[in-house]
């Protein structure tokens, strides 16, 4: 049995709840988060091991939120997989986003499978010990 | 102990013991300072106006013994809040205060907090498109380093030409003939208007340049990397 703890930052209730129901028929532990502010709460307040994030969010995006969390310390190594409907072309002129914070993996949502993102978060986990 | 009352652009926090931050930031007349804000981590609390990304704000501080001052208060002035609707522009201001925080000495000149604060408001503004903000933030980082390129003459010391093709020398900074140039008197007349212009948002005016925008944005962005500390 996997007790790794997921953190979804999903906007959309539904989707949401569909990838919730996903990771938790795998075995994962999920914390479904709607907004940056609430995922920061949740990574304060639980055990993180995985963050699965859609950069598009409201309020303040899931940019503003990896910056905020690799600023700290305890958060530094939390794999991060970028299921997002922002087109990785989108995020090319950026000073190499994904090498600066540590986002482990993207996904393109509008093209992941709930299958390819379930075998993403296996392949992480493999190097994430529970 | 010396209290001073500035404004400034955060650009950089890190954290200080389990409750307080260091914030880097860019002052309009104090220079680049670096201030400990007590209490303030964690997003909830980075929400309270005066220490947000992406605006000016009216800063009171302690000057400190060392370099580090104390923050005694921070009040927003104006939050460029459009920004972080948007990815693109999000991810953009945080390299633009990443380059100014890595340019910047510790007595920079006004003008940096000038460009910055022009800057952010351009990719505040969501009708401006990204590659004229990129474009007169590169030429003005460039012109306050003083590695401005020579818009007037060629390696030869001749006038530009209006029907003359060019490369660019890089070590001279100087346009130089070249039958299959990528470089022409458009490129260069819409280089003269960036570094003529106040805001991204008076380059934004200029119509009909979009097609050459990003091969000048390359340009002045390797000229910074070629002759600045930015990668």
Known sequence: ?130 | MKQIVTKGIVLARTNYGEADRIITVLTVDQGKIRLLAKGVRKIKSRLAGGIELFSTNDITYIVGRGELGTLVSARLEKNYGTIVKDVERTMYAYDVLKLINKVTEDSPEPEYYLILKATLAGINKSTIHLDYIRLWFYTHLLKLSGHSPNLHSDTSGAKLEQTQAYTLSFEEMTFCPHPSGPFNAGHIKVLRLAYGADSPAKLAHVKQIAAILPSLVQLTKTMLQQHTNIR
Not at chain 1, 28 to 51: G, N, P, Q, W
Not at chain 1, 97 to 103: F, N, V
Request: hydrophobic share 40%.
């Open chain 1, 1 to 130: 049995m996997n007790t790794l703890n997921i953190l979804l930052i999903e906007p959309d209730r539904l989707l949401g709840s569909i990838y919730v129901s996903t990771l938790e028929n795998a075995g994962y532990c999920v914390v479904h988060c709607l907004t940056a502010d609430t995922a920061i709460s949740a990574l304060d307040a639980e055990r993180v091991d995985i963050v699965i994030l859609e950069l598009q969010i409201a309020l303040h995006n899931g940019v503003e939120f990896l910056y905020e969390m690799r600023s700290y310390d305890e958060w530094q190594h939390i794999p991060i997989i970028m299921h997002t409907i922002i087109d990785e072309r989108r995020l090319l002129h950026s000073v190499d986003l994904k090498k600066q914070l540590y986002a482990t993996t993207y996904l393109y949502k509008p093209e992941t499978t709930l299958q390819q993102l379930l075998n993403t978060v296996r392949s992480v986990s493999v190097q994430t010990p529970a």
